[in-house]
C-alpha cells in the first residue's frame, strides 16, 4: 500500500516568516508530486507539481524533492494571513507512468496558521 | 460554467438509502476523477474516466459503489444502501488532456458533503 506522510500540525508561523512543509513518500518509483492547498470547507487547489530532483520555485512558494530521500517539501516565502490553510501533497501513483492518467495519493495534509 | 460543479452541495440520508452525486466537469474536459475525503483526511481516489468509460475503478470501495458517465461529460457516483461510513466528501476533479503526462493538473470541484444518519 502506497503512502503518503505529513505532519498533521498545526504548524504556526508569524507573518512574514517562512514556512516549511514537509512530506514523505513510501514508493521509491514515484515520479510526479503535487502540493495543493485546501481551506476549510473548500475543494483543494494546486499550488504547484514537481518531478526533478531539486528545488522549482513559483512566486512566494518553492517546492523541494529529494527521490533518494522520498521526501518533498514546500516552502512559503513572507507567509500572509490568507495562507492559513491545509496542505496537502500528492503523489502520482502511477509507476512507471502508464495509461495515461494520474492517479493520485494524497497525505492527510499539514494545516497551517499564519497569525499576525 | 468555468470550473467543475457537483451537486448536491450537502446530502443527508438515512442508512439503507441509495444517493446519486452529480459532478459537471469543466467543458471539454475528457478525464474525470471521483475522490472520497474524509474528515482530518485527504482525498482517496475512487474511479477514474477517460471519456465514456472507467479506465480505473480500483478505488471503489465495495459493489455498493457504482459511477457512469454515459455522454463522456457529466458523471454520476451512486452509492446503494448507504452506510454510515460513507460519509464524507465526494470531490469530483477533470482535466484536459490524460496523456499529457505524470504532472496533467486536476481541477476539482466543490464536493457534496454526504451525511447517512
Known amino acids: 500500500q502506497k503512502e503518503v506522510e505529513q505532519n498533521s500540525g498545526p504548524l504556526s508561523v508569524p507573518e512574514g516568516a517562512i514556512a516549511s512543509l514537509n512530506c514523505t513518500y513510501s514508493?521509491?518509483?514515484?515520479?510526479?508530486f503535487f502540493w495543493y492547498r485546501q481551506y476549510s470547507g473548500k475543494s483543494p487547489e494546486l499550488i504547484m507539481f514537481i518531478y526533478s530532483n531539486g528545488d522549482k520555485e513559483d512566486g512566494r512558494f518553492t517546492a523541494q524533492l529529494n527521490k533518494a530521500s522520498q521526501y518533498v517539501s514546500l516552502l512559503i516565502r513572507d507567509s500572509q494571513p490568507s495562507d492559513s490553510a491545509t496542505y496537502l501533497c500528492a503523489v502520482n501513483d502511477q509507476f512507471p507512468f502508464s495509461g495515461g492518467y494520474n492517479k493520485l495519493i494524497f497525505g492527510a495534509g499539514t494545516r497551517l496558521a499564519v497569525h499576525p | 460554467g468555468a470550473g467543475v460543479s457537483q451537486t448536491p452541495s450537502n446530502k443527508v440520508t438515512e442508512k439503507g438509502k441509495y444517493v446519486e452525486l452529480r459532478c459537471d466537469p469543466i467543458s471539454g474536459h475528457t478525464a474525470l476523477y471521483w475522490y472520497r475525503q474524509s474528515l482530518g483526511q485527504g482525498p482517496e481516489f475512487l474511479i477514474y474516466f477517460q471519456g465514456t468509460g472507467a479506465a480505473d475503478d480500483s478505488g471503489l470501495p465495495n459493489d455498493r459503489f457504482f459511477a457512469v458517465r454515459p455522454e463522456g461529460s457529466v458523471s454520476t457516483l451512486k452509492i446503494q444502501r448507504t452506510e454510515r461510513g460513507d460519509s464524507a466528501v465526494y470531490l469530483c476533479?477533470?482535466?484536459?488532456?490524460?496523456?499529457?503526462?505524470?504532472?496533467?493538473?486536476?481541477?476539482f470541484g466543490p464536493g457534496t458533503r454526504l451525511t447517512v444518519l
Open positions: 514508493d521509491r518509483g514515484s515520479q510526479s
Open positions: 476533479a477533470s482535466s484536459s488532456s490524460p496523456t499529457s503526462g505524470p504532472t496533467d493538473t486536476q481541477y
